[in-house]
């Protein structure tokens, strides 16, 4: 495969060291076989590489390529009623409870089939590759039944062979209980979720299981029969955690190893100490928070204080965040929730990845997979500064621009 010498270039490794972004001035990076195999300041470049045919940046900037690792992006129709219900004062978890909500995206992804669910999200797919995006995780759990929920991860899969870009699903099957078990949601984990699971898994179809932790949709107890399931089947759970309310939900994915606990707004200090001592990351979803107009913010500074990475993702989805945009999501946690751009950075690159079990991507490093962003900005901070502005320049999804 092609080697190609990247020079003239500002370089974000995103390597953890004494300078902010892992920032070169001067920098040079060269990839072969889909994998970056020097980065340097361009003066330490060794010979052997330096005659590879080149591309000039003309000072233009390369970070990681950006990796959103909370997406619903999947989805049958739109719940822009809700939205203008919602401008008149009724609350998500109203509209959940009179039946809106998931169970209405459940309407609506049922009755598509494979092909039509792939055509809806490629248009927001594409969205995201227009902004630097190379990794995608996409969630199941509007489908809440064995057939829906592989139909839903099968157009997933789909999607990262249908484009440039890294594709990770997540089995979603405990996010609502279904209108046909209404009031029986042990049961629907018990006859449905594990089996859907089971299938899925069995097809190749699942990177991580996700569940939802709420008085809206599944006590930490069914959480844990899923998780346990999940643990015996080899696969790494996450969990939708004190979004609403603290159910202890982030301490029960501590208990699993959970790669990431997700939103977070109502995590207590302990909370917070048990995702530390597990190593699991806090993924925090600034559109949801905005969206639904809530006031309390994640735990910032107990994230800070207890050292634990803080990934940023769109969480894009119909109902809680009709957000498209990284940027913008880097944007809002920033502004919203006081991340410095450069912790705003990170999080939608190398915590991200690790948000998503991903050790090949995520920073600037020979040996890591070649999935770039480059940017006709002069500072990495730029990034999260403007709103509604996408500076990108081009893209490069392993090794290919
Ligand atoms: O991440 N919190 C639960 N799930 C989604 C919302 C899903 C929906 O409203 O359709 C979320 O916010
Ligand atoms: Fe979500």
Not at 199 to 218: K, P, T, Y
Request: glycine letters at 8%.
């Amino acid at each position: 495969m092609q080697k190609i010498l990247y020079t003239n270039a500002r370089i974000a490794t995103m390597v953890q060291g004494d300078t902010p972004y892992g920032l070169l001035d001067h920098g040079a990076l060269a990839t072969e076989n889909g994998k970056i195999v020097w980065c340097g300041n361009r003066v330490d470049l060794p010979s052997r590489i330096s005659s590879w045919p080149k591309h000039d940046l003309e000072s233009r900037l390369i970070t990681p390529g950006l990796i959103d690792c909370h997406t619903h992006v999947v989805h049958g129709g739109e719940r822009s009623k809700e939205f203008a219900l919602r401008l008149e004062g009724a609350s998500y978890e109203e509209i959940a409870r009179a039946g809106g909500g998931i169970l209405s995206t459940l309407k609506a992804t049922r009755s598509l089939s494979e092909d039509q669910l792939i055509d809806e999200a490629l248009p927001r797919v594409d969205e995201m590759i227009g902004e630097g995006v190379t990794t995608l995780e996409i969630k199941s759990g509007y489908g809440l039944d064995i057939e829906n929920e592989v139909k839903m991860l099968r157009a997933a899969r789909r999607i990262g062979k249908l484009r440039p870009l890294r594709v990770k699903t997540s089995f979603l099957g405990a996010h609502a209980v279904p209108p046909e078990f209404a009031g029986r949601a042990d049961a629907y984990i018990e006859e449905i979720c594990l089996s859907a699971l089971e299938a899925a898994h069995q097809q190749g179809l699942v990177d991580a299981v996700d569940g939802f932790c709420e008085g809206i949709a599944f006590s930490p107890q069914q959480i844990e029969r899923v998780f346990t399931l999940a643990q015996s089947l080899g696969l790494p759970v996450k969990l939708h955690a004190e979004q609403l309310s603290n159910l202890d939900g982030a301490r029960l994915a501590a208990k699993f190893h959970a790669l990431s606990a997700d939103h977070l707004e109502y995590l207590d200090e302990p909370g917070v100490a048990a995702m530390a001592k597990a190593g699991t990351i806090a993924v925090i979803l600034p559109g949801a928070f905005y969206t639904l107009g809530e006031k309390t913010k994640p735990p910032v500074a107990l994230f800070r204080k207890y050292r634990i990475p803080m990934a940023v993702a769109t969480d894009c989805n119909p109902g809680s965040s009709p957000l498209f945009s990284i940027l913008l999501t880097m944007n809002m946690a920033c502004t919203l929730f006081q991340l410095t751009a450069e912790e705003a950075l990170e999080g939608a690159t190398r915590h991200a990845a690790h948000a998503l079990g991903l050790d090949d991507c995520g920073t600037i490093t020979a040996g890591k997979r070649a999935d770039l962003a480059i940017w006709n900005v002069d500072h990495p901070r730029e990034l999260s500064y403007r709103i509604g502005f996408n500076p990108l320049y081009s893209r490069v999804l392993g090794g290919d621009i």
